[in-house]
Antibody, heavy 122, light 110 residues
Framework: QVQLVQSGAEVKKPGASVKVSCKAS????????NHWVRQAPGQGLEWMGW????????NYAQKFQGRVTMTRDTSISTAYMELSRLTSDDTAVYYC???????????????WGQGTLVTVSS | QSALTQPPSASGSPGQSVTISCTGT?????????VSWYQHHPGKAPKLMIY???KRPSGVPDRFSGSKSGNTASLTVSGLQTEDEADYYC??????????FGGGTKLTVL
C-alpha cells in the first residue's frame, strides 16, 4: 500500500535550518510529484511547493522562495524539504504529499504523510 | 496568493446533508477545474475526498459530492455520519504553478 513516512519532530532555534524527510513506498517514486504543505497551530493548510522526483525540478510558492529547498534521493525513494532562517512563525506541522505527474492531477495530492512537527523556539 | 474563503464551522445531525462553501476569485476557483477537497482528522494525514471539482477517488463514499458555480466551489456531505466530523479544506490551482488552500471548515455532527 502507498505510504509516505516522514521524519520525527524537530525543535530548532530562531535563525537555524530544518530538513524534513519523506520516505515513499508502495508505488513508483518517480511517477509522482512531492508537494510540501504546512499547518501552523490553529491555522489552515499552506502550500509550500513541489518537487518532481523524476527530473529534480522544483516549484516553490513565492512566499518561501529563497528560504526553502526541496530535493530528493531516488535511490531510497525519499524527498526532503529544508527551510532556512527559521522564525517562530515557522512553527507548524509539515506534510509531504504525492500527486500524479499528469496534467491536472499534479494539483490534487492524493496521499499524505503523517506530518512532522517543527517547533522554533529560543 | 490569498487563501480561499471557507466558513469556519458547519454542522448537521446524523442523516442530514450539509454543504461547505469555498470562495475564491476568477484567478483560482473560477478560472480552473482543479478544485479539491480534503478531510482532516486532527493528528492524522489529510485525505483527498474530491478532485477536479466533482470527481471522487476510489474508496470515497458517494455521500460526498463536489460542485462549482463561478468563483465558489462547494462540498456536500449527504447522510451525515458521526465519522464525518472533521476539518475540511478546499484547494485550487491558482495559475503560474501555484496551489492555494482554504482556511478550513470544522464540521460538527450533532
Amino acid at each position: 500500500q502507498v505510504q509516505l513516512v516522514q521524519s520525527g519532530a524537530e525543535v530548532k532555534k530562531p535563525g537555524a535550518s530544518v530538513k524534513v524527510s519523506c520516505k515513499a513506498s508502495g508505488y513508483t517514486f518517480t511517477d509522482y510529484y512531492n508537494h510540501w504543505v504546512r499547518q501552523a497551530p490553529g491555522q489552515g493548510l499552506e502550500w509550500m511547493g513541489w518537487i518532481n522526483p523524476n527530473s529534480g525540478g522544483t516549484n516553490y510558492a513565492q512566499k518561501f522562495q529563497g528560504r526553502v529547498t526541496m530535493t530528493r534521493d531516488t535511490s531510497i525513494s525519499t524527498a526532503y524539504m529544508e527551510l532556512s532562517r527559521l522564525t517562530s512563525d515557522d512553527t507548524a506541522v509539515y506534510y509531504c504529499a504525492r500527486a500524479a505527474a499528469r496534467p491536472g492531477s499534479v494539483w490534487s495530492p492524493d496521499y499524505w504523510g503523517q506530518g512532522t512537527l517543527v517547533t522554533v523556539s529560543s | 496568493q490569498s487563501a480561499l474563503t471557507q466558513p469556519p464551522s458547519a454542522s448537521g445531525s446524523p442523516g442530514q446533508s450539509v454543504t461547505i462553501s469555498c470562495t475564491g476569485t476568477s484567478s483560482d476557483v473560477g478560472g480552473y477545474k482543479y478544485v479539491s477537497w480534503y478531510q482532516h482528522h486532527p493528528g492524522k494525514a489529510p485525505k483527498l475526498m474530491i478532485y477536479e471539482v466533482t470527481k471522487r477517488p476510489s474508496g470515497v463514499p458517494d455521500r460526498f459530492s463536489g460542485s462549482k458555480s463561478g468563483n465558489t466551489a462547494s462540498l456536500t456531505v449527504s447522510g451525515l455520519q458521526t465519522e464525518d466530523e472533521a476539518d475540511y479544506y478546499c484547494s485550487s490551482y491558482a495559475g503560474s504553478n501555484n496551489l492555494v488552500f482554504g482556511g478550513g471548515t470544522k464540521l460538527t455532527v450533532l
